[in-house]
């Protein structure tokens, strides 16, 4: 199993103090930042776009960003995200009207791509682009709000995921977004997960660190 990456999502972070709350988030041991990108038409709120990805850059941050487009059309935003900064840019397949030719666009840009499976969305959209994926995140809360319970059907589903990328012999990370805790994350890493992305469970507390390291301990804990 690959190393296992903390993917704070800041969408639960403080808008108002966005820099500073991620250089607090990366100085507490977070391997990247999860970027969530929502349109008012796809899902039903309304976030940030390249410009804040642009700002966090010119703040100074050079971890990895993860943006995750939760938009319909995909294929304009992926030249203005790559543009911005993004380290992976991930889209769901029901948004592209050529799940192909967006993926092509993501990597001819520069960027690690990957497609996004909300609970219901079955795998099989990935059966035919593995050679052109980094990663495959599984939703395991319906899209749209942080603070969601994670869907407990999830862990079948990252064991089937699993499977398929162990079996294709490509080198794909398996995110899972939704719910993740402290004291579910064990469980999940144990069913195949290797980047985990965790909104309010971490921009909620009061000490980052402490859950960053809590979250380690339990992953190292259920690899043991
Ligand atoms: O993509 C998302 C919602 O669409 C968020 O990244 C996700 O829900 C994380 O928030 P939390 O950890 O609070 O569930």
Known sequence: MKECLIAPSILSADFAR?????????AAGADVVHFDV???H??????????????????????????????????????DFAEAGATYITFHPEASDHIDRSLQLIKS??????????????LHYM??????????????????????SFIPATLDKLREARKKIDESGYDIRLEIDGGVKVDNIGEIYAAGADMFVAGSAIFNATDYKTVIDDMRAEIAKAGS
């Open 18 to 26: 966005l820099g500073e709350e991620v250089d607090n988030v990366l």
């Open 38 to 40: 929502m349109d008012n």
């Open 42 to 79: 796809y899902v039903p709120n309304l976030t940030i776009g390249p410009m804040v990805c642009k700002a966090l850059r010119n703040h100074g941050v050079t971890a990895p960003i993860d943006v995750h487009l939760m938009v319909s059309p995909v294929d304009r935003m992926i030249a």
């Open 127 to 148: 059966d035919y682009v593995m050679d052109k994926l980094d990663v495959v995140l599984l939703m395991s809360v319906n899209p749209g709000f942080g603070g969601q």
């Open 109 to 122: 840009a520069g960027c690690k791509a990957g497609l996004v499976f909300n609970p219901a969305t079955p």
